[in-house]
Structures are given as structure tokens and as C-alpha cells.
């Protein structure tokens, strides 16, 4: 029998981060640019479009700590003594208060940025996406973008006191928006549509979050005729004991069709919350099915700028494009910056399909 073939190395780009805070013009004046991450990508007509999540929050005050939320489109500020008794502040990414009231330190809006040659970006200078909805009230972050007969779709993370939702918006021209509200509920995030009908259906991977402690965090399949109304929902893949991503695992990248299947880059967590990436291969007629899924991380946090941040030790992507034979892989590097990761796509598919041909297909439960 054939030996399993590992991963090729990733070819982290030399000018990384490609993007990082100082790069984005704040929207207000009393609010600062903290990160820039977690971009959904699209390769369209020679330019590659990025879909960033821009994190905004107050400027510090000492002995304070503050957050911005958006009230109808209009932004509030609030402070709370950090000597508050029951006050916790143990996360960089939120607080909550002794009456148990949590609140996110970002106020997150999505913002778009081109390029020719997929390195080198112009960012726009005003929000693509900013909340404006009830449900977005917290944040509109962690876009996928991908095209399905000519319409960009773009779904994206709503964060509100109510939970995290998964909203739509669409664009043909990268100019205007139009907003459907959301398509999943609170809690469900990590949702990647695929981009073109499966047996006549649209198709998305969703990943459901658990408030109790029953059942794993886990990718999700499910269906819709209109890409509103969602059911026919199957688990497809599983956190995995003792590997990499034994905690939680979730969406990335949209699904990218090959001859072989689609391939599905992933991202997952160990219980120390350290997030790497990883890949799969799921059944082109029928993407419940998973082909192949390597024991292997494709991309692990090991540079400085991957371990060190605002939540150090994770690498995470919304997008990947194909462009000459490579897999660009678009990613969060510490909740910090964007960085780009290049890898052959043959060689990560032939290290998918020299699983499934040993029958070690790696997928754990499912």
C-alpha cells in the first residue's frame, strides 16, 4: 500500500502581515483601529477582492474599560470602571458585568480592499458593511464572499447581546449592498455557501454552537431553494480526540469545486484555544460525504506574528482563492493582522487523495 502523503510546506508570504491596523482609516474620531483580520476573498475578472473585518474600539482610558456598540447606525460609547467588584476582564476579546451583561471590546464592520496581484491592496476608505441592524449591534465581522451565477454573496457574523447570528448581503458591482438579514440563527457562525447548485439545491457548511455541554462542536451541512431558508442539515465533520483539533472545529474558505471533489480548508482548535488550519475533501454529487481529511495541519501558528497579538497563537481564514496553480490562502494572524499563505494545489490534493486511496480518510466522527 501506498504511503500517505503529507502536506506541502506553506509559502507564508515575505511581506506579511500584508494588512495590518495602521493600514485602515478609523470611521469615527473618538474610536482607533485595533485589528484587521479574518478577510473573505474572491478571485473575479484579474483582481482579487478582500472582504476585511476591520475591529474598532474607544480610545483608552485609564482606569476604564470601554467598548463602541451600534444603535441604529449611530455609535455609543461605553465605559465601566475596571475596580467594578464582579467586574471580569480576564479576555482581551470581552468583559462582563456583575449583573452578567457581556459585551464585546470591538466594534466590528467589514471594509473592502482590491488587488491585481494578490499581496499589494488598496483599501477602501469607508465600510463596505457597518451595523446597522439590531442584531449586528456588536459587530458585522468574519465575511465569506462567493460567487454564485454572477451575484457575490456575502454572509457574515452578527453579533448582538442577543448571540451570534448569520447574516446575507449581496453584490454584483463591489459598490453597493443589499441586505436580506439573517439566514441562521443565534448560535451559528463559520457558515461557507458553496458555489453553484448541488441537485438542484444550494448547499452551506454552518457550525452550530453549543451553550450546554452536550455534543461537539462541529461542521454542518445544510440546504435551501433560496439560500434564506435552511434544512436538510447533516454533521459532516467532527473535532477529532487527541489531534490538533480536538476542542472545536469550524468553517474557513468557501468550498473550492476540483475534478476530485470540493476542497474544504477548515479551521480548528486544541483546548488551549491555539487555532490551526486544515483540509478536506468532500464528495462533489453529495458533500456530506468526506473523501479525505488530513491528520495534518495545513497551516499551524509558528511566526511571531502568528503567536503573538490581540489573542495570540491562531492562524484563521474566511477565503481562499486559486491563482497559477496555487492555493492563496487569506488569513487572521493573532485576531491581529491579515497575512497570505501560498501552497501548490496539486500537491495538497494529491496528499488528500493518497488518504483515500489507503482508505485512511481521517474524518473522525460523522
Same mark, same amino acid.
Given at each position: 500500500?501506498?504511503?500517505?502523503?503529507?502536506?506541502?510546506?506553506?509559502?507564508?508570504?515575505?511581506?506579511?502581515?500584508?494588512?495590518?491596523?495602521?493600514?485602515?482609516?478609523?470611521?469615527?474620531?473618538?474610536?482607533?483601529?485595533?485589528?484587521?483580520?479574518?478577510?473573505?476573498?474572491?478571485?473575479?475578472?484579474?483582481?482579487?477582492?478582500?472582504?476585511?473585518?476591520?475591529?474598532?474600539?474607544?480610545?483608552?482610558?485609564?482606569?476604564?474599560?470601554?467598548?463602541?456598540?451600534?444603535?441604529?447606525?449611530?455609535?455609543?460609547?461605553?465605559?465601566?470602571?475596571?475596580?467594578?467588584?464582579?467586574?471580569?476582564?480576564?479576555?482581551?476579546? +470581552?468583559?462582563?458585568?456583575?449583573?452578567?451583561?457581556?459585551?464585546?471590546?470591538?466594534?466590528?464592520?467589514?471594509?473592502?480592499?482590491?488587488?491585481?496581484?494578490?499581496?499589494?491592496?488598496?483599501?477602501?476608505?469607508?465600510?463596505? @458593511?457597518?451595523?446597522?441592524?439590531?442584531?449586528?449591534?456588536?459587530?458585522?465581522?468574519?465575511?465569506?464572499?462567493?460567487?454564485?451565477?454572477?451575484?457575490?454573496?456575502?454572509?457574515?457574523?452578527?453579533?448582538?447581546?442577543?448571540?451570534?447570528?448569520?447574516?446575507?448581503?449581496?453584490?454584483?458591482?463591489?459598490?453597493?449592498?443589499?441586505?436580506?438579514?439573517?439566514?441562521?440563527?443565534?448560535?451559528?457562525?463559520?457558515?461557507?455557501?458553496?458555489?453553484?447548485?448541488?441537485?438542484?439545491?444550494?448547499?452551506?457548511?454552518?457550525?452550530?454552537?453549543?451553550?450546554?455541554?452536550?455534543?461537539?462542536?462541529?461542521?454542518?451541512?445544510?440546504?435551501?431553494?433560496?439560500?434564506?431558508?435552511?434544512?436538510?442539515?447533516?454533521?459532516?465533520?467532527?473535532?477529532?480526540?487527541?489531534?490538533?483539533?480536538?476542542?472545536?472545529?469550524?468553517?474557513?474558505?468557501?468550498? @473550492?469545486?476540483?475534478?476530485? +471533489?470540493?476542497?474544504?480548508?477548515?479551521?480548528?482548535?486544541?483546548?488551549?484555544?491555539?487555532?490551526?488550519?486544515?483540509?478536506?475533501?468532500?464528495?462533489?454529487?453529495?458533500?456530506?460525504?468526506?473523501?479525505?481529511?488530513?491528520?495534518?495541519?495545513?497551516?499551524?501558528?509558528?511566526?511571531?506574528?502568528?503567536?503573538?497579538?490581540?489573542?495570540?497563537?491562531?492562524?484563521?481564514?474566511?477565503?481562499?482563492?486559486?491563482?497559477?496553480?496555487?492555493?492563496?490562502?487569506?488569513?487572521?494572524?493573532?485576531?491581529?493582522?491579515?497575512?497570505?499563505?501560498?501552497?501548490?494545489?496539486?500537491?495538497?490534493?494529491?496528499?488528500?487523495?493518497?488518504?483515500?486511496?489507503? +482508505?485512511?480518510?481521517?474524518?473522525?466522527?460523522?
Amino acid at each position: 500500500m501506498q504511503a500517505s502523503r503529507p502536506l506541502p510546506e506553506a509559502r507564508r508570504c515575505p511581506a506579511n502581515p500584508i494588512l495590518k491596523p495602521t493600514d485602515i482609516r478609523p470611521t469615527h474620531p473618538e474610536l482607533e483601529v485595533c485589528c484587521v483580520m479574518n478577510a473573505g476573498a474572491l478571485r473575479r475578472d484579474g483582481v482579487t477582492y478582500l472582504m476585511l473585518r476591520v475591529d474598532e474600539r474607544p480610545h483608552p482610558e485609564q482606569g476604564y474599560v470601554s467598548t463602541a456598540i451600534s444603535r441604529e447606525g449611530r455609535i455609543e460609547i461605553l465605559r465601566f470602571r475596571r475596580d467594578t467588584p464582579g467586574l471580569d476582564t480576564h479576555d482581551p476579546r +470581552g468583559f462582563t458585568l456583575p449583573d452578567g451583561r457581556m459585551y464585546i471590546t470591538v466594534l466590528s464592520h467589514l471594509r473592502l480592499a482590491r488587488s491585481k496581484d494578490g499581496v499589494h491592496f488598496a483599501i477602501e476608505d469607508q465600510p463596505a @458593511i457597518f451595523p446597522a441592524e439590531p442584531y449586528e449591534a456588536y459587530a458585522a465581522q468574519d465575511a465569506r464572499m462567493t460567487e454564485i451565477e454572477g451575484t457575490v454573496y456575502i454572509n457574515y457574523s452578527a453579533v448582538s447581546d442577543h448571540g451570534i447570528a448569520t447574516a446575507l448581503a449581496t453584490t454584483t458591482d463591489f459598490v453597493t449592498y443589499r441586505r436580506h438579514g439573517l439566514i441562521f440563527a443565534p448560535d451559528n457562525r463559520n457558515v461557507c455557501l458553496f458555489p453553484r447548485r448541488i441537485a438542484g439545491a444550494y448547499h452551506a457548511l454552518h457550525r452550530p454552537m453549543h451553550a450546554v455541554p452536550i455534543g461537539l462542536n462541529s461542521v454542518w451541512l445544510a440546504c435551501s431553494s433560496d439560500l434564506t431558508h435552511w434544512g436538510g442539515h447533516r454533521r459532516v465533520m467532527a473535532p477529532r480526540p487527541g489531534a490538533w483539533d480536538d476542542h472545536h472545529i469550524g468553517g474557513g474558505a468557501p468550498p @473550492i469545486e476540483t475534478p476530485h +471533489g470540493w476542497l474544504v480548508v477548515y479551521h480548528g482548535a486544541n483546548r488551549s484555544n491555539r487555532y490551526c488550519l486544515g483540509v478536506a475533501l468532500l464528495d462533489r454529487d453529495d458533500p456530506a460525504r468526506v473523501l479525505a481529511r488530513h491528520t495534518q495541519a495545513l497551516l499551524q501558528p509558528v511566526m511571531p506574528y502568528e503567536r503573538q497579538g490581540f489573542f495570540g497563537n491562531v492562524v484563521f481564514t474566511d477565503g481562499a482563492v486559486v491563482q497559477d496553480g496555487l492555493l492563496r490562502v487569506y488569513y487572521g494572524a493573532s485576531d491581529e493582522t491579515v497575512c497570505l499563505a501560498d501552497f501548490p494545489l496539486e500537491e495538497v490534493l494529491s496528499a488528500l487523495l493518497s488518504l483515500s486511496a489507503n +482508505g485512511d480518510r481521517n474524518y473522525g466522527e460523522n
